[in-house]
């Protein structure tokens, strides 16, 4: 499993694989309320054999678009409605009366 853009450090070759991968999300939102979300990978390089620790990507989630690294938006549609929730006063206290 290679990816685009990451190449050795020791050698420059671009033949690498992503050995392992784990994600970090940082605990502050930015300014535009979004959490970015850091892929991080162990990378190995096919050609020397060097292992290093890399950033795969970075995505920044939140409001109603996700952010890719390259600052390619995504838009999501949300179109629900909230649920609405009708309290009468008369039923509730009636029925504490009955009750109690």
Known sequence: M???GLSC???GSTDITIEKTWQLV???PDSA???????MGVVRCNSCGY???ATISKLKVGGSSVELEGGKKIEQEET???KEIVLD???I???????G
């Open 2 to 4: 290679s990816k685009r």
């Open 9 to 11: 450090p020791k050698c």
């Open 26 to 28: 940082s605990p502050i």
């Open 33 to 39: 309320g979004r959490i970015t979300i850091t892929v």
């Open 51 to 53: 292992r290093w620790r």
């Open 80 to 82: 629900r409605k909230p």
């Open 89 to 91: 006063l008369d039923e």
């Open 93 to 99: 206290l009636s029925g504490e009366e009955e009750n």
